[in-house]
């Protein structure tokens, strides 16, 4: 696979690209405005202590009080072996039947030092937790761990076995615990500590610092964007690094100098006569990732719609018939499997998280269904999020959750739609001209009124014009109010509004139900 890192920098805004066999699989931003938190340590002072959900929320002096659940407290596990899945947190070490009482460990009013492990999203505040970890190149530093820890994703039990023994004799004892992360699969014993070494003095600076501070209070910022995304992703398994900005490519020249300097000839700065993204073609894939229909190769579509709760995801087969009507079981199969690669692309693109709910076309064979579920996770195998997938139930839905720690690119790039309130739909111009009349009758049933005008978008006064062209008629002589209906242009296709008089007074509020 062919993989590429593209990156376009200003001062307003910061734009990182993943591409792979030359589409877009990936599209990251940060601007100034977002006021962006995650991975950043906080002096916190905790608000209130909810034992029903065994919770705290903490001000952390951003706005929304942050949200710190029992299980996410810095409190020694029953055991802290080595387990099979390396995070090297004390406290998920425990059942949550095993937790205890967060009333015993938290007071109102106490200070408290914790890290956002997940962004504010629509009304909820961020997430938050007491187990520090501070991220470098090649490991990750856990200060109340005690547990060395090996990435999932380096496969192969020799090369696990020789990382874990490594890292094992890195950290003195009672420093803390470590995870050795993916890029660092080819990493020696003299990086491992020298980036340890580093990690630890950057503890102890914020340790310091946490003392001198009154909360609520931040004391340590995460790397920004295109650091985060050099230091975390940028290894030989990407083949180029382009970027458009003369001082980031500086920047990361430098970074990857110290860090990896067999990677620097793969690092280039964008000479183009037009913009990086342009080239790539990465500007119209990200308009494209906003459409709420994605067209299928074999003439199928997903419809992806976002809700509150959950992100529902149906497949349809559109124009696809197969190669004859004898098989649809086969045609159908083939439509899924289809929708399931892409499906797994879409989500990691649009960075979807939360719930989703997958409407597959329905299969009858159960060993169409298997194969439809394990294409699915193969490819979400790719993704950096995490996710779990349920088994296809008999309506044919697949249910699966997907990491979220910030808010999609989609709701940061846009808001609410003032004309819908964003539902995404308006009334229509005859349910428009039905509300008209009854605001009408209530006018008229006031007494208040003598003459009004009617104004509305041009769609609606052409929907009277031609299907009932008797009804302004209609409505005076019902209502014995002299009406005029005008045309506005600026008004929104569900808008009308009530002028009374000769001064055309706004008197829609007092009569629109």
Same mark, same amino acid.
């Given at each position: 696979?062919?993989?590429?890192?593209?990156?376009?920098?200003?001062?307003?805004?910061?734009?990182?690209?993943?591409?792979?066999?030359?589409?877009?699989?990936?599209?990251?931003?940060?601007?100034?405005?977002?006021?962006?938190?995650?991975?950043?340590?906080?002096?916190?002072?905790?608000?209130?202590?909810?034992?029903?959900?065994?919770?705290?929320?903490?001000?952390?002096?951003?706005?929304?009080?942050?949200?710190?659940?029992?299980?996410?407290?810095?409190?020694?596990?029953?055991?802290?072996?080595?387990?099979?899945?390396?995070?090297?947190?004390?406290?998920?070490?425990?059942?949550?039947?095993?937790?205890?009482?967060?009333?015993?460990?938290?007071?109102?009013?106490?200070?408290?030092?914790?890290?956002?492990?997940?962004?504010?999203?629509?009304?909820?505040?961020?997430?938050?937790?007491?187990?520090?970890?501070?991220?470098?190149?090649?490991?990750?530093?856990?200060?109340?761990?005690?547990?060395?820890?090996?990435?999932?994703?380096?496969?192969?039990?020799?090369?696990?076995?020789?990382?874990?023994?490594?890292?094992?004799?890195?950290?003195?004892?009672?420093?803390?615990?470590?995870?050795?992360?993916?890029?660092?699969?080819?990493?020696?014993?003299?990086?491992?500590?020298?980036?340890?070494?580093?990690?630890?003095?950057?503890?102890?600076?914020?340790?310091?610092?946490?003392?001198?501070?009154?909360?609520?209070?931040?004391?340590?910022?995460?790397?920004?964007?295109?650091?985060?995304?050099?230091?975390?992703?940028?290894?030989?398994?990407?083949?180029?690094?382009?970027?458009?900005?003369?001082?980031?490519?500086?920047?990361?020249?430098?970074?990857?100098?110290?860090?990896?300097?067999?990677?620097?000839?793969?690092?280039?700065?964008?000479?183009?006569?037009?913009?990086?993204?342009?080239?790539?073609?990465?500007?119209?894939?990200?308009?494209?990732?906003?459409?709420?229909?994605?067209?299928?190769?074999?003439?199928?579509?997903?419809?992806?719609?976002?809700?509150?709760?959950?992100?529902?995801?149906?497949?349809?087969?559109?124009?696809?018939?197969?190669?004859?009507?004898?098989?649809?079981?086969?045609?159908?199969?083939?439509?899924?499997?289809?929708?399931?690669?892409?499906?797994?692309?879409? @989500? #990691? $693109? *649009? %960075?979807?998280?939360?719930?989703?709910?997958?409407? +597959?076309?329905?299969?009858?064979?159960?060993?169409?269904? /298997?194969?439809?579920?394990?294409?699915?996770?193969?490819?979400?195998?790719?993704?950096?999020?995490?996710?779990?997938?349920?088994?296809?139930?008999?309506?044919?839905?697949?249910?699966?959750?997907?990491?979220?720690?910030?808010?999609?690119?989609?709701?940061?790039?846009?808001?609410?739609?003032?004309?819908?309130?964003?539902?995404?739909?308006?009334?229509?111009?005859?349910?428009?001209?039905?509300?008209?009349?009854?605001?009408?009758?209530?006018?008229?049933?006031?007494?208040?009124?003598?003459?009004?005008?009617?104004?509305?978008?041009?769609?609606?006064?052409?929907?009277?014009?031609?299907?009932?062209?008797?009804?302004?008629?209609?409505?005076?002589?019902?209502?014995?109010?002299? @009406? #005029? $209906? *005008? %045309?506005?242009?600026?008004?929104?296709?569900?808008? +009308?509004?009530?002028?009374?008089?000769?001064?055309?007074? /706004?008197?829609?509020?007092?009569?629109?139900?």
């Amino acid at each position: 696979m062919r993989r590429e890192i593209l990156v376009s920098a200003t001062p307003q805004e910061s734009w990182v690209a993943l591409r792979e066999d030359n589409k877009l699989a990936e599209i990251m931003f940060d601007r100034p405005d977002q006021d962006r938190v995650l991975g950043d340590i906080f002096l916190g002072r905790v608000e209130a202590v909810l034992p029903g959900i065994q919770a705290a929320f903490v001000d952390i002096g951003t706005g929304k009080a942050g949200f710190l659940h029992v299980s996410d407290l810095n409190l020694p596990s029953e055991d802290d072996g080595e387990g099979g899945n390396g995070k090297g947190r004390r406290g998920r070490g425990r059942r949550k039947g095993n937790l205890p009482p967060i009333q015993d460990h938290v007071q109102k009013g106490q200070e408290i030092l914790v890290q956002v492990t997940k962004e504010a999203i629509s009304t909820k505040g961020p997430r938050l937790t007491a187990e520090i970890s501070l991220p470098g190149r090649f490991l990750v530093y856990m200060p109340h761990a005690s547990r060395v820890g090996v990435s999932r994703k380096i496969e192969g039990r020799a090369q696990r076995s020789k990382l874990r023994s490594m890292a094992q004799n890195v950290p003195p004892d009672d420093s803390g615990g470590l995870i050795v992360r993916t890029v660092g699969e080819e990493v020696t014993q003299e990086k491992l500590e020298h980036e340890f070494g580093r990690l630890f003095e950057r503890w102890q600076s914020i340790e310091a610092r946490a003392k001198e501070l009154s909360a609520p209070a931040a004391v340590h910022r995460e790397a920004t964007l295109i650091s985060g995304v050099i230091r975390d992703l940028f290894s030989d398994k990407f083949e180029a690094l382009r970027v458009d900005s003369k001082k980031a490519y500086n920047e990361i020249v430098d970074y990857v100098t110290s860090v990896d300097p067999d990677l620097l000839d793969r690092v280039h700065l964008h000479n183009g006569s037009g913009p990086l993204f342009d080239e790539f073609g990465v500007e119209e894939a990200i308009q494209k990732a906003f459409s709420r229909n994605v067209p299928l190769k074999s003439g199928g579509s997903l419809v992806i719609e976002p809700t509150e709760a959950l992100v529902s995801i149906d497949v349809n087969t559109g124009r696809f018939t197969g190669k004859g009507k004898k098989d649809p079981e086969q045609t159908i199969l083939k439509t899924n499997l289809e929708a399931a690669r892409e499906i797994a692309k879409q @989500l #990691r $693109l *649009r %960075d979807v998280g939360g719930i989703i709910v997958v409407d +597959f076309i329905d299969m009858e064979a159960q060993e169409n269904r /298997d194969k439809v579920l394990r294409e699915l996770r193969s490819y979400l195998g790719r993704d950096r999020a995490r996710t779990k997938t349920f088994e296809i139930s008999d309506l044919g839905l697949v249910e699966m959750t997907r990491q979220r720690v910030r808010p999609s690119v989609f709701n940061s790039l846009t808001s609410v739609c003032q004309s819908c309130g964003g539902i995404g739909r308006v009334y229509t111009p005859a349910t428009v001209v039905r509300q008209i009349e009854r605001t009408l009758k209530r006018a008229a049933a006031s007494k208040e009124e003598r003459s009004l005008v009617v104004r509305v978008h041009p769609e609606v006064a052409l929907r009277v014009i031609e299907e009932e062209p008797g009804l302004m008629k209609r409505l005076r002589d019902r209502t014995r109010l002299e @009406l #005029r $209906l *005008r %045309d506005d242009p600026l008004m929104r296709l569900d808008e +009308f509004r009530l002028l009374s008089g000769p001064a055309e007074t /706004d008197v829609t509020d007092k009569y629109a139900a």
